[in-house]
T-cell receptor, first 109, second 113 residues
Framework: QKEVEQNSGPLSVPEGAIASLNCTYS??????FFWYRQYSGKSPELIMS????GDKEDGRFTAQLNKASQYVSLLIRDSQPSDSATYLC?????????FGTGTRLQVFP | NAGVMQNPRHLVRRRGQEARLRCSPV?????VYWYRQLPEEGLKFMVY????????ESGMPKERFSAEFPKEGPSILRIQQVVRGDSAAYFC???????????FGPGTRLLVL
């Protein structure tokens, strides 16, 4: 079992829709969770961090964490073509980030 | 307010040569992490360093790879006798303290011919 799992996609959504990205993790003791966005050929860019169960909102982005289910999600409201990228879920584990393989999001006009 | 800086951005080496990748963390950050991203794969942790100390090198290949973060100057990831399988993007990240959010540099794309 992979430590951090994501559906590779692509996830295709129309402009203006809500994009929902999901991630599960295996280490029940994990405490810190992150979402990064990576455009093709570029470096990961931090979007959100979340540490407590529940929702955390920042602009069009909402991160959701459910530690009992070992599940983290990212919702992008009013999706724009510029949101088209790969979204990486990362879990902090003993000095390092463990990344999923990423979900590729495509937002079409 | 400079972020993480890496150089070179692109590096081409022939098999058997050495590759030396440099990383300057965000000013004031004393924790540096190196990650590798193979084509079409996720980011994999390689090594975590603080000034003059290697804290965790559990992700480093046992041979040919080494890293340092001297008291003065950038962190260096060194790959000796490169092979084609070393071709990847190498990213450096920094944080002010352990367990903080990590900020990534632009990466070095290594191509081994």
């Amino acid at each position: 079992q992979k430590e951090v799992e994501q559906n590779s996609g692509p996830l295709s959504v129309p402009e203006g829709a809500i994009a929902s990205l999901n991630c599960t993790y295996s280490d029940r003791g994990s405490q810190s969770f992150f979402w990064y966005r990576q455009y093709s050929g570029k470096s990961p860019e931090l979007i959100m961090s979340i540490y407590s169960n529940g929702d955390k909102e920042d602009g069009r982005f909402t991160a959701q964490l459910n530690k009992a289910s070992q599940y983290v999600s990212l919702l992008i409201r009013d999706s724009q073509p510029s949101d088209s990228a790969t979204y990486l879920c990362a879990v902090y584990n003993t000095d390092k980030l463990i990344f999923g393989t990423g979900t590729r999001l495509q937002v079409f006009p | 307010n400079a972020g993480v800086m890496q150089n070179p951005r692109h590096l081409v080496r022939r098999r058997g040569q050495e590759a030396r990748l440099r990383c300057s963390p965000v000013k004031g950050h004393s924790h540096v992490y190196w990650y590798r991203q193979l084509p079409e794969e996720g980011l994999k942790f390689m090594v975590y360093l603080q000034k003059e100390n290697i804290i965790d090198e559990s992700g480093m290949p046992k041979e040919r790879f080494s890293a340092e973060f001297p008291k003065e100057g950038p962190s260096i990831l060194r790959i000796q006798q490169v092979v084609r399988g070393d071709s990847a993007a190498y990213f450096c990240a920094s944080s002010p303290r352990g367990q903080e959010t990590q900020y990534f540099g632009p990466g070095t794309r290594l191509l081994v011919l």
